[in-house]
């Protein structure tokens, strides 16, 4: 159950990401501020990791999703515009590898399940009901980094 609803979470944050080709979808661009960060583990900068601003309070339909590169570092991005909704988020980190643990990188035309991906980050940053990380962001957008632990 707990794999279903990280996949369900994760194609609903890739649905974010590339809109759905209606005007209508997502929030409006110019509603958006620029939100950033880094995310690191045990102190090394995580590459491949979707970071997912999941809303909380009055705006719970609009979220917001970066991805991690080599340097650990994301930019969000809301309804294929760059920025974040201002408000209150719970956050969650997934970093989805393959059974010799290669990063893996699922697309709408190539979902996790087809890929053989399984959630590498522990459960009290990947998993919605466990995750205690948040972040407000502000009108003027913001720099959130989240220093994780492996244990």
Same mark, same amino acid.
């Given at each position: 159950m707990k794999v279903l609803y990280?996949?369900?979470?994760?194609?609903? =944050?890739?649905? #974010?990401?590339?809109?759905? =080709?209606?005007?209508?979808? =997502?929030?409006r661009a110019e509603s958006l501020v620029p939100? !950033?960060?880094?995310?690191?583990? +045990?102190? !090394?900068?995580?590459?491949?990791?979707?970071v997912i601003f999941s809303p909380q309070g009055a705006n719970m339909a *609009?979220?917001?999703?970066? #991805?991690? *590169?080599?340097?650990?570092? $994301?930019?969000a991005t809301a309804g294929g515009a760059t920025g974040a909704p201002v408000g209150p988020y719970k956050i969650m980190i997934s970093r989805l590898v393959d059974p010799a643990g290669k990063t893996v990188i699922a697309t709408l035309d190539n979902p996790p399940a087809n890929l053989g991906a399984i959630e590498s980050m522990p459960g009290k $940053?990947? +998993?919605h009901t466990k995750s #205690?990380?948040?972040? #407000?962001?502000?009108?003027?957008?913001?720099? %959130? *980094? %989240?220093?994780?632990?492996? !244990?």
């Open positions: 990280q996949l369900v979470l994760l194609t609903l =944050g890739l649905g #974010t990401m590339v809109g759905c =080709g209606s005007a209508s979808a =997502g929030p939100v !950033k960060g880094c995310v690191t583990l +045990d102190n !090394k900068p995580l590459e491949g990791a979707v *609009d979220g917001a999703v970066g #991805t991690t *590169d080599a340097q650990g570092n $994301y930019e $940053y990947s +998993d #205690t990380l948040k972040c #407000t962001v502000a009108p003027g957008g913001g720099t %959130f *980094d %989240f220093k994780l632990t492996s !244990k």
